[in-house]
């Protein structure tokens, strides 16, 4: 040690005592392992997902230092660490050190046998089964492994993943497996190639099934693919499950697959406006002229709320096809200011773009007749209309040049003005454009004696859960952005994605289960909010300060926020995690 670090020569004895006491403790704690990946690894080995994985592979135990089952595992731990989504292969072994792999794996691994090469081969070997096949026996064992009341409400999307790189090899014709070019991007960047998830979600919001899909796939190709693989899971209990998608859901093709067999699938959507010669034009307009509108109050959450919406509904049996379905016209108050902001913007609109097209005078009355025909044309769209009026304007002529040094005689000229006179209101065509933004057309196969028809707009507008799936899978999942450039690789990272996926939303659903048997939960002033319907976000929130300090001598929970310390047992309780 330095002269100066000595005791001796410190003028703070507490200095030197500090750095000791330090350097103890670091000798006797050498592993700090976060409470979370012990929820982790008690979710994975109640779904066996080391020897689901090992099953599933083909492999060698002697070329492979780590089991396929070590490897995903690992990964789906990094799933929940990644604060920004992007975690290379080979970088995973720095991510690891710190952590207790004899805690987590059940073996003393050390950091650097997780190579990339291994990571490479695993992947491929996991990519080449197939996301869907791979999830297919995992999904199916939530609710007999976790106690909670199951759901008959399925929701169904789809999201887009921005992939950085060129992947010349892995789209059009010749391309096998996963394509990875560029289509409708969710993220807004048509420039860049992607993939795409299609996920379906129980009204718990637990997954149900999910699959990575091709880039350029359509919603609606997913959709039939979706309604296919529902059909052969739930076999005879397919009529029991009620799903509700956008209106991609809604195509010919779509709802033939839905008939297809003795138990019709069961859905709740929204009627696109070309679909069948323009059935939700035709629905509204008779929903108009007929004006029967039941109330069906306000929907959906926070009901006591000042500004929430009111719903009003008229019903239509209409068949398709040979098909009878149940069109329900929905008229909200909720666009009620972006009507009124949208005419009032577009009135204005009209008021400016007038004054920059006639800022001019016009020599001739034919040319301003011209100039307005023209400007008439051009704004025939438009929900106001301009009326104009030509006004004579005796002006000075004006020459160029130097003055001349006599002085010219003053020569008065008549120019044209167009003037704006007055904004008249197209009547019809506000009226059309009212009724459009005010209301929307939703169709569904599930007849008035199972729901009502408030019934029916509550689960079609429990989408949103779908979409904070969706939100959790953007971060800090590893896809937000991925760098893996072989299609295989990246199908086998995004099964493990899934994975982590569900696990996060069994535990945003066992703790929202809990909470509400347990009914009053103590206040945590550290969480800043109620633990009434608690969140995936808050309960990992919550868990965060805590951590496994362990080495070979001893093994303690700390936490670095004192006030949580007793509230440990309550948050593993809610997660199902007590024994992990």
């Not at 000595?6 to 000798?27: M, T």
């Not at 099953?55 to 920004?84: A, V």
């Not at 809604?250 to 859905?267: A, Q, T």
């Amino acid at each position: 040690m330095l002269k100066w670090l000595e005791p001796r020569n410190r003028k703070g004895q507490q200095f030197y005592n500090g750095v000791a006491k330090l350097a103890r403790i670091a000798r006797k704690r050498s592993y700090s392992t976060p409470v979370l990946f012990l929820v982790i690894k008690h979710y994975a080995d109640r779904f066996g997902i080391v020897d689901y994985i090992n099953r599933i592979i083909d492999w060698d135990e002697k070329q492979w230092k780590i089991s396929p089952g070590i490897l995903g595992l690992s990964i789906i731990y990094l799933c929940f660490l990644s604060e920004d989504g992007r975690i290379p292969l080979y970088k995973i072994p720095d991510h690891l050190r710190g952590l207790d792999l004899t805690l987590l794996f059940g073996q003393p691994f050390h950091p650097e046998d997780f190579n990339d090469d291994l990571y490479a081969t695993f992947l491929e070997r996991l990519g080449e089964i197939g996301s869907l096949s791979i999830l297919a026996g995992i999904t199916d064992q939530v609710y007999r492994l976790f106690n909670m009341p199951q759901s008959s409400d399925l929701n169904s999307d789809t999201t887009s993943h921005v992939m950085y790189g060129e992947y010349p090899d892995h789209e059009g014709k010749d391309c096998r497996g996963l394509v990875i070019t560029n289509g409708h991007s969710k993220d807004h960047r048509p420039d860049r190639k992607q993939l795409k998830t299609g996920l379906i979600v129980d009204g718990n919001g637990v997954v149900r099934l999910v699959c990575v899909l091709n880039g350029n796939e359509s919603d609606s190709t997913w959709n039939t693919k979706a309604i296919k693989e529902l059909k052969k899971r739930l076999g005879g209990d397919i009529d029991k499950k009620t799903i509700t998608a956008d209106s991609k859901f809604v195509s010919l093709p779509n709802l033939r697959e839905v008939n297809s067999s003795g138990k019709p699938v069961k859905f709740i959507s929204l009627v696109p406006a070309s679909f069948f010669k323009k059935l939700s034009t035709k629905v509204r307009t008779l929903a108009y002229e007929k004006g029967d509108w039941v109330d069906l109050g306000k929907c959906c959450q926070n009901l006591q709320a000042k500004d929430r919406a009111t719903y009003t509904a008229q019903s239509f049996d209409m068949e398709i096809e040979g098909n009878t379905y149940r069109l329900l016209a929905v008229k909200t108050t909720s666009s009620d200011s972006t009507i009124q902001h949208r005419l009032e913007t577009e009135q204005d609109g009209v008021i400016a773009i007038t004054k920059d097209a006639f800022s001019k005078s016009f020599a001739c009355v034919p040319d301003a007749e011209d100039a307005i025909k023209k400007f008439q044309k051009k704004t025939k769209n438009a929900y106001f209309k301009a009326s104009l009026v030509i006004v004579p304007i005796e002006k000075e002529k004006q020459y160029r040049g130097k003055k001349p040094e006599v002085p010219r005689e003053k020569e008065i000229v008549t120019k044209y003005e167009v003037q704006l006179r007055d904004i008249i209101p197209d009547v019809q065509r506000i009226e059309q454009f009212k009724r459009s933004e005010e209301s929307f057309i939703l169709i569904t196969n599930v007849p008035h004696a199972e729901l009502s028809d408030r019934d029916i707009l509550v689960k079609y507008k429990s989408q949103g859960v779908v979409e904070r799936s969706f939100s959790r899978l953007k971060r800090p999942m590893m896809a937000n952005t991925l760098f893996l450039k072989k299609p295989g690789r990246i199908e086998g990272l995004m099964a493990l994605v899934y994975v982590a996926l569900l696990f996060q939303s069994i535990m945003q659903a066992m703790a929202r289960h809990r909470a509400k048997v347990l009914g009053e939960l103590p206040k945590i002033k550290y969480a800043k909010r109620k633990l009434d319907g608690p969140t995936y976000d808050l309960v990992t929130y919550l868990l965060t300060p805590f951590e496994v300090l362990s080495s070979e001598e001893s093994m303690e929970v700390s936490c670095l926020v004192p006030e949580l310390e007793e509230h440990l047992n309550l948050l593993l309780h809610l997660v199902d995690a007590e024994a992990c």
